[in-house]
């Protein structure tokens, strides 16, 4: 399944973010937003179950579940995105590494 490593970081709940850390597992499925464009729908690749700490930059890997029926092709390598829950910016990336 494509997909791709990022580079991420929560932002506070001081400014808009989550009130607590999010695990970055299977069960995690947000949505990244490049600029103003479409929501697309993205699902963690199974972590260590740790909580992601608020305001640390942190590696992780998503999948594209939803391609190829829906166009991943905004999150290009080195495209910045905002890590959205429903309506809300929770945090921010970048795209390291695109995986086939």
């Given amino acids: 399944m494509p997909g791709a490593k990022v580079c991420l970081q929560f932002i506070s709940p001081a400014v808009g973010g989550r009130a607590s850390p999010a695990v970055l597992s299977e069960k995690y499925r947000p949505h990244f937003r490049v600029g103003d464009g479409e929501y697309l729908g993205v699902q963690f690749v199974a972590g260590d179950d740790a909580p992601a700490p608020i305001g640390v930059p942190i590696d992780a890997q998503v999948t594209f579940p939803y391609a190829p029926q829906v166009n991943y092709e905004p ?21 390291t590494e695109l995986t086939a």
């Fill in 75 to 95: 999150l290009r390598l080195g495209v910045q995105f905002q890590i959205l829950e429903g309506r809300r910016i929770v945090g921010v990336g970048v795209i």
